[in-house]
C-alpha cells in the first residue's frame, strides 16, 4: 500500500468521526509517519504519537481542550486491557483505521479487526488473487473465525456454496473417481493449515473424530506411527454404517444387542470415547463432542439426500457396495430374519436382496395387507430406482401373494363362492367379469416382473421356488379346474346352439348398440373406437382402473359375448356395422359384411364409409397433425382405429414368450391413444374394445395340453393351434363342434363350422405354442368394452374418484427426539370411492422455515380394518436451539396438487434417545 493510498484511507474514516486510532503492531508505516503526518497537517489534521505521550494528557487535550479538531492516534502497541486503558471510553466511539494487508483483508472482508491475528495466520492462502477472489464471493459480511475457514476450505474444495455439506459432496464425488482424487483437495487443504478445521467441521456436523488427531504433537502436527488419521474413506464409511443402523432401527429390530452392531460399534456416529481419552483432547474440542441425537439426525439427513441426489446418486450406489464388500454387510445382515425387520434399510443394495429373499421363499405365511403396504413402501426405496429388478421382483411378490389369496377364496372349486351358486353359465361369466379374472390379472403381471427381474440379471423368484408354484397353480389347478367348471355348464344348457348369455350382448351387435347408441346422443357428434388385438377383458380392466384414478375422464367398463371361433378376422368383422355377415369357404376363409371383404384395414375403411366413418391404424392416427386430423376425420361420425401389440407379439413363435411384456406394451400405447385423442383431437367420447382374448402360460406345451384329434378332418379349410373351420366337421368327445350361423351370426347358408378343444387345449397337428385364442374360455369370449368421456369442470367434483383423507392421530403433534415418529392415519381405503394420495411431510418453525427432513409417503392401503390403514412417519429434525414453548407445524403437501394442510407440532427434546 503507497502513502496515497493510506491517506486517503485515513482520510475516509474522517467522515464518520474527528478521530480515529491507527493501530500499527507490526511497526509496517513508523518510519513515513512523519512523511504522512505532514500530509495531514496541511488537511487540518493532527497525527500524534501516542505511545510516548501521557495517554491521561492526551485524553484531556482532544476532550476538553481542542474538542472540535481532528486527531490521528497513531500507536506500535497493543491495546492495553479497558481497566488500564485512559483511552477506552474514545475508542468506543472513534474510528479505527488499519494499513497492515490482514488488515486491509478484513476491510475488504467486512470482518471485524479481532480477526487480524486470523488472517495473518492464513497469508499463505490470500496471497493468490484468484483464491482470494472466489473467498470473498463466497464469504458473507460480518462473518466469525467459522465462517472464514469454511469459506477458504470451501474455495479450496472449488465448491459454490460455503456449507460443509457442500464441500464433503465434492470429496464424496472425487473419491468416486478415485481415492487419490479426494486426498489431493484434502491435501491442499492441510497445505494451507485448514485441515483442523476441516475435521472439526465434521465433528460439529456429524460427531466423527479420531482421537489420535487431535492429539497430535502440537508443534509438529504430525499423529504418531500406528495411530489413525481422520480419512474421507473412514468418515463415508461410518456416516454408511450409522445410517444402515438407524435403518433398522426405524424398522423395528432388536439391534442393540445383535450382532451387527458388536461388530460394526466402532463406525456408528457420534463417535463416544471413554473418559480418560475424551479428558486427554483440548478443551474446544471436547466442548463440540455429544449432541448425540442432533448428530444422528445430520447423518441421516446426509445419508438421504446423498442418496436421493440427482447428481450424486451414482456415486452413493458405487461407494455404498464397496463399504458393504469391504464390511461383509451381506453376512451381518443374515441375523435379521423376518422382512419387516429390514423395510426402511435402503443404505445397501444387500438389505434390499435379503428382503427380497425371505419374502420370496415364505410368501404365504405373510399377512396380505402387510405385504401391500410393504411393496408400497419399498417401490418407493432408493435400490427400486436405481434397478429395476428389484422393482420387478416386488411388484411379482405383491401379485403372487393376491394369487394366493385368490386361490384360498376359491380353494373348493368354482361351482359357488360361499352361499352364490355358480351353476349357470351366466353366472360363472358373470362372476369372472367381476373377480375371477383378477387369477390372469395376477399371473399376467406377476410373470411380466418375474421375465423384466430375469432380463436383468436375477433369479431369485426362480430359485425360491416361487415362479413354480405360481405357474402350477395357474396351470394345473386354475386354468384346468376353471376349464372344467365352465365346460360342464357349457354342455349342460347347449350354449353352442344358443350362443347367449342374460344381459350380455353379442359381439357381432357391436356397432348398432354401442357406436350407434352413442352417436344418437344429441351432443355427440363423433366417437372414437379404438380395437386392440387380443386385448382381454383383464387388460382393459386395469386401463379402466387406472383412468378412474385420475380428475380428468371417466371409464365405464363392461363386456361382450365375443363370437365362436375367436380369432382375429371373424372378431374384427363383427365389431363392424353391417347387415349381412357372410363366411365363405374356400381355399382360404374369408368373411364379407354385405358382400365386402372384412379383411385388412383397407376393406374396413370401405364398410365403415359407407357409414359415415373411416379406419386408421394407431401409428397413423399418433403421428397425425392437427391439419391431417381435419383433413381426414373432422367429416366422419366413427373413427375405427387398429391396434396390434398382444396378437403380433404372442401369435410369433419367435416373440410368444413376451406375450405378457406385450400385453403391458399395449396397456401403455392405448393410455397414450386414449389422451391424445381426448387431449390432442379433442375427442369427445371414446369405446375400447377387442376382436377376442386370449390364453398363456409361461410353461411348455406337454402332451397333456394336446387333444385327441390327431389330424385334421376332412371338410377343414382353416386350421390354427386352438381352432378349425370348415364344412361337415366330424363330433369328437375332446373337442366342441359349432355352427358360426348359431355363435357369430354368420348367415346360416354359409354353411360354416368350427371345432375347438375343450378346456384350454390345442391341436397335434399345429404348432402347440403357449398364446393361444380361438376357444369358448371366458379368457377368449369375455371381450371388453369401455366407454371413456371426458369429465366437465362442473360435474367433476361429483364423479371422479376422491383421494383419501389423512390425518394424524394426535393433536398437538409433539417431537421428543431428533429423529422421531409421527403416527397418521389414512381415513378410507382406495378402492371405488377413493385413491390414494401422496404427501410431502415436513415440519416448520413459526417463520415458515423448514427445520425438519421431508418424506414422501404413499398412503394407497385398500384395508377395510382401520389399525391396518395407519402409517409411521419418520421425520429428522435439522439444526438445534428448538423452544418447547413455541408452536411448530407439520405441513402436508399434495404431490400433485400441492394444496397443504397444517398441523401444529410440539418439540420437546427434553427425552434425548440414543443408539444403545
Given at each position: 500500500?503507497?502513502?496515497?493510498?493510506?491517506?486517503?484511507?485515513?482520510?475516509?474514516?474522517?467522515?464518520?468521526?474527528?478521530?480515529?486510532?491507527?493501530?500499527?503492531?507490526?511497526?509496517?508505516?513508523?518510519?513515513?509517519?512523519?512523511?504522512?503526518?505532514?500530509?495531514?497537517?496541511?488537511?487540518?489534521?493532527?497525527?500524534?504519537?501516542?505511545?510516548?505521550?501521557?495517554?491521561?494528557?492526551?485524553?484531556?487535550?482532544?476532550?476538553?481542550?481542542?474538542?472540535?479538531?481532528?486527531?490521528?492516534?497513531?500507536?506500535?502497541?497493543?491495546?492495553?486491557?479497558?481497566?488500564?486503558?485512559?483511552?477506552?471510553?474514545?475508542?468506543?466511539?472513534?474510528?479505527?483505521?488499519?494499513?497492515?494487508?490482514?488488515?486491509?483483508?478484513?476491510?475488504?472482508?467486512?470482518?471485524?479487526?479481532?480477526?487480524?491475528?486470523?488472517?495473518?495466520?492464513?497469508?499463505?492462502?490470500?496471497?493468490?488473487?484468484?483464491?482470494?477472489?472466489?473467498?470473498?464471493?463466497?464469504?458473507?459480511?460480518?462473518?466469525?473465525?467459522?465462517?472464514?475457514?469454511?469459506?477458504?476450505?470451501?474455495?479450496?474444495?472449488?465448491?459454490?456454496?460455503?456449507?460443509?455439506?457442500?464441500?464433503?459432496?465434492?470429496?464424496?464425488?472425487?473419491?468416486?473417481?478415485?481415492?487419490?482424487?479426494?486426498?489431493?483437495?484434502?491435501?491442499?487443504?492441510?497445505?494451507?493449515?485448514?485441515?483442523?478445521?476441516?475435521?472439526?467441521?465434521?465433528?460439529?456436523?456429524?460427531?466423527?473424530?479420531?482421537?489420535?488427531?487431535?492429539?497430535?504433537?502440537?508443534?509438529?502436527?504430525?499423529?504418531?506411527?500406528?495411530?489413525?488419521?481422520?480419512?474421507?474413506?473412514?468418515?463415508?464409511?461410518?456416516?454408511?454404517?450409522?445410517?444402515?443402523?438407524?435403518?433398522?432401527?426405524?424398522?423395528?429390530?432388536?439391534?442393540?444387542?445383535?450382532?451387527?452392531?458388536?461388530?460394526?460399534?466402532?463406525?456408528?456416529?457420534?463417535?463416544?470415547?471413554?473418559?480418560?481419552?475424551?479428558?486427554?483432547?483440548?478443551?474446544?474440542?471436547?466442548?463440540?463432542?455429544?449432541?448425540?441425537?442432533?448428530?444422528?439426525?445430520?447423518?441421516?439427513?446426509?445419508?438421504?439426500?446423498?442418496?436421493?441426489?440427482?447428481?450424486?446418486?451414482?456415486?452413493?450406489?458405487?461407494?455404498?457396495?464397496?463399504?458393504?464388500?469391504?464390511?461383509?454387510?451381506?453376512?451381518?445382515?443374515?441375523?435379521?430374519?423376518?422382512?419387516?425387520?429390514?423395510?426402511?434399510?435402503?443404505?445397501?443394495?444387500?438389505?434390499?436382496?435379503?428382503?427380497?429373499?425371505?419374502?420370496?421363499?415364505?410368501?404365504?405365511?405373510?399377512?396380505?395387507?402387510?405385504?401391500?403396504?410393504?411393496?408400497?413402501?419399498?417401490?418407493?426405496?432408493?435400490?427400486?430406482?436405481?434397478?429395476?429388478?428389484?422393482?420387478?421382483?416386488?411388484?411379482?411378490?405383491?401379485?403372487?401373494?393376491?394369487?394366493?389369496?385368490?386361490?384360498?377364496?376359491?380353494?373348493?372349486?368354482?361351482?359357488?363362492?360361499?352361499?352364490?351358486?355358480?351353476?349357470?353359465?351366466?353366472?360363472?361369466?358373470?362372476?369372472?367379469?367381476?373377480?375371477?379374472?383378477?387369477?390372469?390379472?395376477?399371473?399376467?403381471?406377476?410373470?411380466?416382473?418375474?421375465?423384466?427381474?430375469?432380463?436383468?440379471?436375477?433369479?431369485?423368484?426362480?430359485?425360491?421356488?416361487?415362479?413354480?408354484?405360481?405357474?402350477?397353480?395357474?396351470?394345473?389347478?386354475?386354468?384346468?379346474?376353471?376349464?372344467?367348471?365352465?365346460?360342464?355348464?357349457?354342455?349342460?344348457?347347449?350354449?353352442?346352439?344358443?350362443?347367449?348369455?342374460?344381459?350380455?350382448?353379442?359381439?357381432?351387435?357391436?356397432?348398432?348398440?354401442?357406436?350407434?347408441?352413442?352417436?344418437?346422443?344429441?351432443?355427440?357428434?363423433?366417437?372414437?373406437?379404438?380395437?386392440?388385438?387380443?386385448?382381454?377383458?383383464?387388460?382393459?380392466?386395469?386401463?379402466?382402473?387406472?383412468?378412474?384414478?385420475?380428475?380428468?375422464?371417466?371409464?365405464?367398463?363392461?363386456?361382450?359375448?365375443?363370437?365362436?371361433?375367436?380369432?382375429?378376422?371373424?372378431?374384427?368383422?363383427?365389431?363392424?356395422?353391417?347387415?349381412?355377415?357372410?363366411?365363405?369357404?374356400?381355399?382360404?376363409?374369408?368373411?364379407?359384411?354385405?358382400?365386402?371383404?372384412?379383411?385388412?384395414?383397407?376393406?374396413?375403411?370401405?364398410?365403415?364409409?359407407?357409414?359415415?366413418?373411416?379406419?386408421?391404424?394407431?401409428?397413423?392416427?399418433?403421428?397425425?397433425?392437427?391439419?391431417?386430423?381435419?383433413?381426414?376425420?373432422?367429416?366422419?361420425?366413427?373413427?375405427?382405429?387398429?391396434?396390434?401389440?398382444?396378437?403380433?407379439?404372442?401369435?410369433?413363435?419367435?416373440?410368444?414368450?413376451?406375450?405378457?411384456?406385450?400385453?403391458?406394451?399395449?396397456?401403455?400405447?392405448?393410455?397414450?391413444?386414449?389422451?391424445?385423442?381426448?387431449?390432442?383431437?379433442?375427442?369427445?367420447?371414446?369405446?375400447?374394445?377387442?376382436?377376442?382374448?386370449?390364453?398363456?402360460?409361461?410353461?411348455?406345451?406337454?402332451?397333456?395340453?394336446?387333444?385327441?384329434?390327431?389330424?385334421?378332418?376332412?371338410?377343414?379349410?382353416?386350421?390354427?393351434?386352438?381352432?378349425?373351420?370348415?364344412?361337415?366337421?366330424?363330433?369328437?368327445?375332446?373337442?366342441?363342434?359349432?355352427?358360426?350361423?348359431?355363435?357369430?351370426?354368420?348367415?346360416?347358408?354359409?354353411?360354416?363350422?368350427?371345432?375347438?378343444?375343450?378346456?384350454?387345449?390345442?391341436?397335434?397337428?399345429?404348432?402347440?405354442?403357449?398364446?393361444?385364442?380361438?376357444?369358448?374360455?371366458?379368457?377368449?369370449?369375455?371381450?371388453?368394452?369401455?366407454?371413456?368421456?371426458a369429465i366437465h369442470s362442473t360435474v367433476k367434483q361429483k364423479q371422479t374418484k376422491q383421494k383419501v383423507g389423512v390425518v394424524p392421530l394426535n393433536s398437538p403433534v409433539k417431537i421428543v427426539s431428533n429423529i422421531d415418529r409421527i403416527q397418521f392415519l389414512q381415513a378410507d381405503p382406495i378402492g371405488d370411492k377413493y385413491k390414494s394420495r401422496e404427501l410431502h411431510i415436513w415440519i416448520e418453525n413459526p417463520d415458515g422455515n423448514k427445520v425438519s427432513s421431508s418424506e414422501k409417503v404413499?398412503?394407497?392401503?385398500?384395508?377395510?380394518?382401520?389399525?391396518?390403514?395407519?402409517?409411521?412417519?419418520?421425520?429428522?429434525?435439522?439444526?438445534?436451539?428448538?423452544?418447547?414453548?413455541?408452536?411448530?407445524?407439520?405441513?402436508?403437501?399434495?404431490?400433485?396438487?400441492k394444496t397443504k394442510t397444517t398441523h401444529s407440532v410440539t418439540i420437546d427434546l427434553a427425552f434425548e434417545d440414543d443408539f444403545f
Amino acid at each position: 500500500m503507497n502513502l496515497e493510498q493510506i491517506k486517503q484511507g485515513i482520510l475516509a474514516k474522517f467522515i464518520k468521526c474527528r478521530l480515529v486510532f491507527w493501530q500499527d503492531e507490526d511497526i509496517e508505516f513508523q518510519e513515513q509517519f512523519p512523511e504522512i503526518s505532514a500530509e495531514l497537517n496541511s488537511a487540518g489534521i493532527q497525527a500524534i504519537a501516542i505511545d510516548g505521550e501521557s495517554h491521561f494528557e492526551i485524553k484531556q487535550r482532544i476532550e476538553l481542550l481542542e474538542p472540535e479538531k481532528q486527531f490521528l492516534l497513531y500507536s506500535n502497541k497493543p491495546v492495553n486491557e479497558p481497566t488500564r486503558d485512559w483511552l477506552y471510553d474514545i475508542r468506543l466511539y472513534a474510528q479505527e483505521f488499519y494499513a497492515d494487508s490482514s488488515s486491509m483483508i478484513l476491510n475488504e472482508l467486512g470482518m471485524r479487526m479481532e480477526f487480524r491475528q486470523l488472517v495473518s495466520r492464513y497469508k499463505k492462502f490470500f496471497a493468490n488473487k484468484q483464491r482470494y477472489a472466489k473467498l470473498r464471493n463466497l464469504l458473507p459480511k460480518n462473518a466469525d473465525k467459522n465462517a472464514l475457514e469454511l469459506a477458504m476450505v470451501a474455495t479450496l474444495a472449488k465448491v459454490e456454496t460455503m456449507s460443509f455439506t457442500a464441500v464433503l459432496n465434492e470429496l464424496i464425488s472425487k473419491y468416486s473417481n478415485s481415492a487419490e482424487q479426494a486426498d489431493e483437495v484434502l491435501e491442499e487443504i492441510t497445505k494451507y493449515g485448514l485441515d483442523k478445521s476441516f475435521w472439526q467441521q465434521a465433528l460439529v456436523e456429524f460427531g466423527y473424530l479420531t482421537a489420535d488427531f487431535w492429539l497430535a504433537d502440537n508443534v509438529t502436527g504430525e499423529v504418531a506411527e500406528g495411530n489413525t488419521y481422520p480419512s474421507v474413506k473412514d468418515l463415508i464409511t461410518k456416516l454408511l454404517v450409522t445410517d444402515c443402523y438407524h435403518g433398522l432401527q426405524s424398522s423395528g429390530a432388536k439391534v442393540g444387542n445383535s450382532t451387527f452392531a458388536q461388530s460394526l460399534s466402532s463406525h456408528l456416529l457420534p463417535i463416544s470415547l471413554d473418559k480418560n481419552t475424551n479428558d486427554k483432547l483440548p478443551k474446544d474440542i471436547q466442548e463440540l463432542v455429544g449432541n448425540t441425537a442432533a448428530k444422528r439426525a445430520a447423518v441421516i439427513n446426509f445419508v438421504k439426500a446423498w442418496r436421493e441426489s440427482r447428481t450424486l446418486s451414482k456415486s452413493y450406489n458405487q461407494i455404498a457396495k464397496n463399504v458393504s464388500f469391504e464390511l461383509e454387510i451381506k453376512s451381518k445382515l443374515a441375523e435379521f430374519k423376518q422382512p419387516s425387520e429390514l423395510l426402511y434399510v435402503e443404505t445397501f443394495v444387500d438389505a434390499e436382496e435379503a428382503l427380497l429373499k425371505l419374502l420370496a421363499k415364505d410368501l404365504p405365511a405373510y399377512n396380505s395387507n402387510d405385504i401391500a403396504n410393504w411393496v408400497s413402501i419399498r417401490l418407493r426405496s432408493h435400490w427400486c430406482y436405481q434397478d429395476q429388478k428389484y422393482a420387478a421382483i416386488h411388484r411379482a411378490l405383491k401379485l403372487a401373494k393376491q394369487f394366493y389369496e385368490l386361490k384360498e377364496k376359491y380353494v373348493d372349486g368354482f361351482e359357488a363362492l360361499g352361499t352364490k351358486q355358480l351353476n349357470t353359465a351366466s353366472a360363472l361369466y358373470k362372476a369372472y367379469e367381476e373377480e375371477i379374472h383378477q387369477f390372469d390379472t395376477s399371473y399376467r403381471v406377476f410373470s411380466e416382473n418375474s421375465l423384466r427381474a430375469s432380463q436383468n440379471g436375477s433369479d431369485i423368484l426362480k430359485l425360491t421356488g416361487l415362479v413354480d408354484d405360481i405357474e402350477s397353480l395357474y396351470v394345473d389347478w386354475y386354468l384346468h379346474d376353471f376349464a372344467i367348471a365352465w365346460g360342464k355348464l357349457v354342455d349342460k344348457e347347449s350354449l353352442l346352439e344358443n350362443w347367449k348369455l342374460p344381459f350380455i350382448h353379442n359381439q357381432y351387435e357391436f356397432y348398432n348398440r354401442e357406436v350407434q347408441a352413442v352417436l344418437q346422443q344429441p351432443s355427440v357428434k363423433r366417437v372414437f373406437v379404438i380395437i386392440s388385438d387380443a386385448f382381454r377383458y383383464e387388460c382393459a380392466k386395469e386401463i379402466h382402473d387406472s383412468i378412474n384414478n385420475r380428475n380428468r375422464y371417466k371409464s365405464e367398463l363392461k363386456s361382450q359375448l365375443g363370437v365362436v371361433p375367436s380369432y382375429t378376422q371373424a372378431g374384427m368383422a363383427s365389431l363392424l356395422p353391417h347387415k349381412k355377415f357372410t363366411a365363405h369357404l374356400n381355399k382360404n376363409v374369408e368373411y364379407k359384411l354385405d358382400g365386402i371383404s372384412a379383411h385388412g384395414t383397407d376393406n374396413r375403411h370401405k364398410i365403415l364409409q359407407a357409414h359415415g366413418g373411416i379406419a386408421c391404424t394407431y401409428d397413423e392416427v399418433m403421428k397425425w397433425t392437427n391439419q391431417q386430423y381435419r383433413d381426414l376425420a373432422q367429416d366422419s361420425s366413427a373413427i375405427y382405429i387398429y391396434h396390434n401389440k398382444i396378437d403380433a407379439i404372442g401369435d410369433d413363435g419367435g416373440t410368444e414368450n413376451e406375450a405378457f411384456l406385450a400385453a403391458r406394451d399395449a396397456i401403455e400405447e392405448v393410455d397414450k391413444l386414449i389422451i391424445r385423442i381426448f387431449d390432442k383431437l379433442k375427442g369427445g367420447r371414446v369405446i375400447l374394445t377387442a376382436d377376442h382374448g386370449f390364453l398363456f402360460n409361461q410353461s411348455d406345451v406337454t402332451e397333456s395340453d394336446r387333444t385327441d384329434l390327431k389330424t385334421k378332418p376332412a371338410g377343414t379349410k382353416l386350421s390354427k393351434k386352438r381352432y378349425l373351420v370348415g364344412e361337415n366337421l366330424p363330433k369328437g368327445d375332446s373337442y366342441w363342434v359349432g355352427k358360426m350361423s348359431n355363435t357369430s351370426n354368420v348367415d346360416p347358408d354359409s354353411d360354416a363350422e368350427f371345432i375347438v378343444p375343450r378346456g384350454s387345449n390345442r391341436f397335434h397337428f399345429v404348432g402347440g405354442a403357449k398364446f393361444i385364442h380361438g376357444g369358448i374360455m371366458p379368457q377368449e369370449i369375455c371381450v371388453p368394452v369401455m366407454h371413456l368421456r371426458a369429465i366437465h369442470s362442473t360435474v367433476k367434483q361429483k364423479q371422479t374418484k376422491q383421494k383419501v383423507g389423512v390425518v394424524p392421530l394426535n393433536s398437538p403433534v409433539k417431537i421428543v427426539s431428533n429423529i422421531d415418529r409421527i403416527q397418521f392415519l389414512q381415513a378410507d381405503p382406495i378402492g371405488d370411492k377413493y385413491k390414494s394420495r401422496e404427501l410431502h411431510i415436513w415440519i416448520e418453525n413459526p417463520d415458515g422455515n423448514k427445520v425438519s427432513s421431508s418424506e414422501k409417503v404413499l398412503f394407497d392401503s385398500a384395508s377395510d380394518k382401520m389399525e391396518e390403514r395407519k402409517r409411521n412417519v419418520q421425520v429428522k429434525l435439522e439444526g438445534s436451539g428448538f423452544d418447547r414453548t413455541i408452536s411448530y407445524k407439520l405441513i402436508m403437501e399434495d404431490t400433485e396438487s400441492k394444496t397443504k394442510t397444517t398441523h401444529s407440532v410440539t418439540i420437546d427434546l427434553a427425552f434425548e434417545d440414543d443408539f444403545f
